[in-house]
């Protein structure tokens, strides 16, 4: 009985539960501090203060206190009453042998088995709880009655004198007993409440797990992407030195040569002028003896080369900087930066060709073997069991059986095409062989402005439309992704079908009537 009793002593009289975090006001009286807050912050709207339990009243909102020592207290307590939500309360009235009781009277302050509960019944209509061994808190302090209305706007437990009179005269009031089957059915509606919440934290706890793996896998592919532009800056920069080495190589090699030629002709242009005023001075002699006594002077014809060692001093056309063995050097070396992103990246840009064999007769396939064209006219080919039959649809040559590649094609925007992959085992013959029909292949099909992706006759139309005639095609074989993109700016992705691929994968077009569709290079 005294556990009961110091618990009733230690239960706030707003909650009527154990302290939570106990405060203090002026007047002594002490509260949780979520329980007074709620109170005060209702007194606020009426324009006044007072304590909910001795109605002290208070010209400004009032300073709240910790009770360390209280919650102390209410803290040891609990830990020595592991069972305390099971402390039984006695009948009152039996005394020779303890009876469970089954109500408490508010008014009797006594507690009844269900024998005497029925005679009490009988007697008295008096206000009956559930078992309690102390009835201090159950009544008004300050009016010593039963505690009967809680006031919705103060939120406090109220006897009638207090509904009468006082600063709760006027104020909405309901029953304590509609209050707790009130709280009874809130309860309930709480824990109805507990699973959904606890579902919403999972998810959002998994999306919170899905936030932090975007974001280092975004860090990571960050640092990847600048690990591999300073790989370009770096192999850029050898190749500027390369393609620059080059052109200082060849021009210091004609440079060179020009310079050597220039030098010769100089020596030459010496001796010729040497001659020259030889001669001049032999043109003034009068003396023909003297001239036929000269040995120095050499006569030749006009415009001889004997002096310029047969070159004329004219520079050799081939002699120019070979802009072709530069440009060959920078293609190679940009090539090979190319191979290394790629490389870097793991995506492989496969060389695709199309399969004239596999061609339907009203599809025109280019020289190069790049290109599709939708033919009015037949095309006069053998009959072959690997051609297509109904549909103007060819296959690729090259099989793609694993790893992760990209290509890209054209189309040009007139009529239909379809774009996507197949397997070799697709049907050639019936309205299975189409593209769109069968679970073999997956596609992509374009027409006027509108987008549809198709796999086993399921079409799904996109949403958005077509922009740019340039598309980009992803395939992660092992990943069994194909991924779908258009090639604007800023590129677009369309849609990516996931399947586990279990055969090798041959490109495949559809072309329908005025289109066309090329592999990019």
């Known amino acids: 009985m005294a556990s009961a009793e110091l618990r009733d002593e230690l239960n706030c009289s707003i909650c009527l539960s154990l302290y939570t975090d106990p405060v203090s006001l002026r007047c002594g009286h002490n509260f949780c501090c979520s329980c007074i807050v709620s109170v005060l912050d209702a007194q606020e709207a009426a324009g006044g203060y007072s304590c909910p339990d001795c109605r002290a009243e208070y010209p400004v909102r009032p300073a709240l206190e910790k009770n360390r020592k209280l919650r102390n207290i209410v803290e040891f307590f609990s830990s020595t009453q592991p069972d305390m939500e099971e402390t039984r309360i006695f009948c009152t009235y039996c005394t020779k042998s303890p009876v469970p009781a089954v109500k408490s009277c508010l008014q009797c302050e006594t507690s009844l088995c269900d024998d005497h509960l029925t005679v009490h019944n009988k007697a008295l209509d008096h206000i009956l709880v559930e078992p309690t061994g102390s009835f201090n808190n159950k009544k008004c302090s300050l009016h010593k009655k039963v505690l009967e209305y809680y006031c919705l706007q103060d939120r406090a437990y109220l006897c009638v004198s207090c509904c009468l009179v006082g600063k709760h005269r006027g104020h909405q009031v309901e029953l304590l007993d509609e209050a707790f089957e009130k709280k009874r ?17 999972t ?13 280092e896998k975004a860090s990571d592919k960050r640092k990847n992407i600048s690990k591999i532009f300073m790989d370009i800056k770096k192999q850029l920069e050898i190749t500027e030195k390369k393609a620059l080495s080059e052109v200082s190589r060849q021009e210091e090699k004609i440079v060179s040569q020009i310079s050597h ?30 001239l036929l006594q000269e040995t120095d002077i050499t006569v030749c014809s006009h415009g001889g080369n004997e002096d310029t060692g047969g070159d004329g001093g004219d520079v050799s056309s081939e002699e120019d900087l070979d802009e072709v063995l530069i440009s060959l050097t920078l293609h190679r070396s940009m090539r090979d930066i190319v191979t290394n992103v790629s490389l870097e990246l793991g995506v492989h840009v496969p060389d695709i060709l199309l399969d004239v064999d596999t061609a339907n007769e009203y599809v025109k396939v280019s020289e190069d073997l790049k290109t599709a064209t939708y033919s009015v006219k037949e095309q006069e080919r053998p009959k072959l069991s690997e051609r297509f039959l109904i549909f103007n649809q060819v296959l690729s040559r090259c099989v793609l059986s694993s790893g992760r590649h990209y290509w890209e094609v054209e189309w ?6 379809g774009i996507g992959l197949s397997y070799p085992s697709i049907e050639k013959r019936g309205r299975q062989s189409g593209i769109i029909y069968n ?8 027409y006027g402005g509108v987008y549809e992706v198709w796999h086993n006759s399921v079409k799904l139309t996109l949403s958005v439309k077509p922009t740019c005639p340039t598309l980009g095609v992803f395939l992660d074989h092992e990943a069994g992704r194909l991924s779908f993109y258009e090639l604007c700016d800023p590129i ?6 996931t399947a586990s691929f279990s055969e090798p994968l041959h490109v495949v077009f559809w072309v329908d009537v005025g289109a066309s569709v090329t592999i990019r290079s």
Not at 412 to 417: A, E, T, Y
Not at 439 to 446: E, I, N
């Open 203 to 215: 998810r959002v706890q998994n999306l919170q797990d899905h936030k932090k793996k975007i974001q």
């Open 261 to 290: 030629l220039i030098k010769k002709l100089e020596i030459q242009e010496d001796e010729l002028s040497r001659k020259m005023r030889h001669v001049e001075e032999m043109c003034r002699v009068t003396d023909p003896i003297r």
């Open 492 to 497: 677009r992705h369309l849609h990516t079908f």
């Open 439 to 446: 679970d073999k292949s997956w596609c992509l099909y374009m």
């Open 412 to 417: 040009d925007q007139i009529g239909g095409c």
């Open 185 to 201: 059915k809130l309860r309930k509606y709480l824990d109805d409440l507990n699973p959904q919440r606890a579902e919403i934290q």
